[in-house]
């Protein structure tokens, strides 16, 4: 392998190898199993479709035992606040339990029996006007009463409109969210199956309404869900394999931020480049307006549709012409406006090659080095069949692992460079002489990481099991110090972008995954679990919240007006930590993406 191979070559060259109608292509989640055990439990959740009503559970109860209010009520306030406990405690917080409840829609009355005394009576529906027994109504929380059969095509309209999860009352300006069990039963006389949909809504929006929980974007999808415990700029690991940002859930693309990244995949699936290679390189007809290339050498060019004109300038003429000009034509004078656009033009394609070019030549050497993982296990075989006093070949796996890991952040960083250093996304942040700075100090990091992943990559593919014993250890050695000086320049790109770069900007704001030495972390099963009910200060709080006004400020435990922490709870969760894939080869690598069985 030459170190330089994608490195060489003039512009021409450049051009030979780039295809204008070329779609970004992602990396393949082609790595191998982490050899280093993880050393605390996974800050993301893997939520099946086993384990999310227990998820859901989880939130309902701490709103129930927090507010004593029934799961029909925790579930309509936790949906007004998607999901967002921190954000009701603190709003509890500050407004008060009444204000907060009138917000949700939520009408803090004590159970009792609605139900009109005598069941012989009659009530007046006002929707329908016709008078209906006492037994064939229904009496919400907020107080009005309809008849069933109003209520009942009133549920479901609402189902159907994908409006289940907040069905408020139908009177007039009454904003009261129905009772979900009236809403089931109901329905569910007529409509079995919309009942059962109606379920499947309340349920899905934990995952639907929830900032912090995201389905899983594998196709065909594996039916699983993510859930993260903080920062939602962050790169997860599903059970079926697949790696994604979970901010954007496309393919994980740090330290590329994400809108860059969506800006790469446009540019590269759109027509954008062609438009600018048929600018560079064409002239439109002054009668058609279609693009013509000219394939000589005379500035008299003739259009298929029979028009001629002038290729210098681009107006018609007549066909009449000598050896050095064209009959009554004239077009001697400079022209700056046009000069620029074309100038501009060609400059903007040629570097969007250049990083196109570079971010495609890393894209395909991972593709290729992921092929070496059948021949290092054989290569690794051969050596414990050998004679050989070495047995612990774990280095050769370390190695592979961090050239996969090193290779995707070096594709990853062209798009980012292309963008940040662009005249389009970031103007007005930096002056000329700061980008050029920043822009040096950038190319630097990248080119220490490009010379040591190529020299990485090149030791990984000797025959090293052929070598005699002297030279394995050599090579070893080798391995062992590229991985950690790879390492140790991915972690310095990465604080680059984050703080030089990204981190300046005052007008926009883009963030990045962080970076993780062991990569992208994999997401563990979820296990809803309780360690201690509310203590006595909690109950005394809660029920003082009961009697207080609206607008007051209640003290709950350690609970900051943000929500960012309320010690007072003693919820704890506990999390299982995945079983060690060390068990299986140390060579069994994922598959790629596009493979992976969750997706075929």
Same mark, same amino acid.
């Given at each position: ?8 070559g003039?512009?021409e ?12 292509e ?5 790595e191998?199993?982490?050899?280093w $055990? $993880? ?21 309902? =109860?701490?709103?129930m ?9 925790a579930?309509t306030l ?9 954000k ?7 407004k ?13 009355v004590?159970? #009792? ?9 009659k009530?007046?529906?006002? #929707?329908?006007m016709d ?7 229904t009496k919400?929380?907020?107080g009005h ?14 189902i159907?409109?994908?409006k ?11 904003n009261a969210i ?13 409509? $079995?199956?919309?009942a ?15 900032k912090m929980v ?13 859930r993260?415990e903080?920062?939602?700029?962050c790169?997860?690991e599903?059970?079926? @394999?697949? &790696? ?7 393919e994980?693309?740090?330290?590329c931020?994400?809108s ?7 540019k ?10 048929i600018?560079?390189h064409?002239?439109?007809c ?9 394939n ?8 298929l ?13 007549g ?7 064209? %009959?009554?034509?004239s077009?001697?004078r400079?022209?700056?406006d046009?000069?620029k ?6 400059? +903007? ?14 894209t ?11 021949a290092i296990k054989?290569?690794v ?5 050998s ?6 070949f ?13 290779? =995707?952040a ?11 250093f ?8 930096m ?12 190319e630097?990091?990248? &080119? ?13 593919e000797?025959?090293? +099991?052929?070598y005699?014993?002297e030279?394995?250890?050599q ?7 590229l991985?950690?000086?790879? +390492? ?7 604080e ?7 981190g300046s ?13 062991k ?8 296990t #809803? ?9 909690n109950?005394?709080c809660?029920k ?5 006004p609206?607008g007051?400020?209640?003290e ?6 943000? @929500?960012?922490?309320?010690n007072?709870? &003693?919820?704890?969760?506990?999390r299982a930590?995945?079983? !060690?894939? !060390?068990? @299986?080869?140390?060579f ?6 596009e493979?992976?069985? %969750?997706?075929?």
């Amino acid at each position: 392998m030459e170190e330089d191979y994608y490195m060489s070559g003039s512009s021409e060259d450049e051009g030979d190898c780039y295809s204008s109608d070329q779609e970004a292509e992602p990396l393949e989640t082609e790595e191998p199993d982490s050899p280093w $055990p $993880p050393s605390k439990s996974p800050s993301s959740k893997v939520i099946t479709k086993e384990s999310l009503l227990a998820a859901q559970r989880e939130d309902l =109860r701490r709103v129930m035992e927090l507010l004593s209010v029934r799961e029909q009520h925790a579930r309509t306030l936790l949906i007004h606040y998607r999901w967002d406990v921190e954000k009701l405690i603190a709003v509890y917080v500050e407004k008060g339990r009444s204000c907060m409840f009138s917000e949700a829609g939520v009408i803090a009355v004590e159970r #009792v029996d609605l139900d009109p005394p005598k069941s012989s009576s009659k009530v007046m529906c006002i #929707v329908c006007m016709d008078d209906v027994p006492a037994k064939d109504a229904t009496k919400m929380d907020c107080g009005h009463c309809f008849c069933n059969n109003c209520w009942t095509e009133h549920f479901i309209v609402k189902i159907n409109e994908g409006k289940s999860k907040r069905i408020m009352c139908m009177a007039h300006k009454c904003n009261a969210i129905c009772d979900e069990a009236i809403i089931k039963d109901l329905v569910s006389v007529k409509h $079995p199956d919309l009942a059962e949909k109606f379920d499947r809504f309340l349920l899905e929006s934990y995952i639907e309404d929830n900032k912090m929980v995201k389905w899983c974007p594998s196709i065909p999808h594996c039916g699983n869900a993510i859930r993260i415990e903080s920062d939602k700029f962050c790169e997860v690991e599903c059970s079926c @394999g697949l &790696q994604f940002c979970f901010n954007c859930l496309s393919e994980a693309h740090s330290p590329c931020s994400c809108s860059m990244w969506e800006l790469w995949r446009k540019k590269c699936r759109d027509e954008s480049e062609t438009v600018n290679w048929i600018t560079v390189h064409t002239k439109p007809c002054p009668k058609c307006h279609k693009p013509v290339e000219k394939n000589g050498g005379c500035n008299l060019v003739s259009c298929l549709c029979g028009q001629a004109f002038c290729w210098l300038c681009g107006g018609a003429t007549g066909r009449d012409h000598t050896w050095s000009s064209i %009959a009554d034509h004239s077009c001697g004078r400079y022209k700056e406006d046009t000069e620029k656009k074309s100038e501009r033009a060609k400059r +903007d394609l040629y570097r969007y090659m250049h990083y196109h070019n570079r971010y495609k030549a890393h894209t395909d050497s991972f593709k290729q080095e992921s092929r070496l993982k059948e021949a290092i296990k054989e290569k690794v075989s051969n050596l414990e069949e050998s004679d050989s006093k070495l047995r612990d070949f774990s280095w050769v796996t370390n190695g592979l692992y961090r050239l996969f890991k090193s290779r =995707r952040a070096l594709s990853y960083s062209y798009p980012f460079a292309f963008y940040m250093f662009g005249n389009d996304l970031f103007k007005g942040e930096m002056t000329k002489k700061e980008c050029e700075i920043k822009q040096h100090l950038f190319e630097d990091q990248q &080119q220490q990481l490009e010379s040591n992943v190529e020299k990485l990559s090149k030791i990984l593919e000797e025959p090293f +099991d052929e070598y005699p014993e002297e030279k394995i250890m050599q090579i070893r050695m080798q391995v062992i110090n590229l991985s950690e000086i790879t +390492d140790s320049l991915c972690k310095k790109t990465y604080e680059c972008v984050e703080n030089e770069l990204l981190g300046s900007l005052c007008y926009t704001t883009h963030h990045i995954a962080p970076y993780h030495s062991k990569g992208i972390e994999k997401a563990g099963e979820l296990t #809803v679990g309780w360690s201690a009910p509310l203590s006595d200060n909690n109950i005394k709080c809660r029920k003082k919240a009961a009697d207080e006004p609206p607008g007051d400020v209640i003290e709950i435990g350690q609970a900051s007006a943000s @929500g960012s922490s309320y010690n007072s709870l &003693q919820y704890s969760r506990k999390r299982a930590r995945k079983a !060690s894939s !060390s068990s @299986g080869s140390v060579f069994d690598l994922n598959m790629p993406a596009e493979a992976h069985p %969750a997706n075929s």
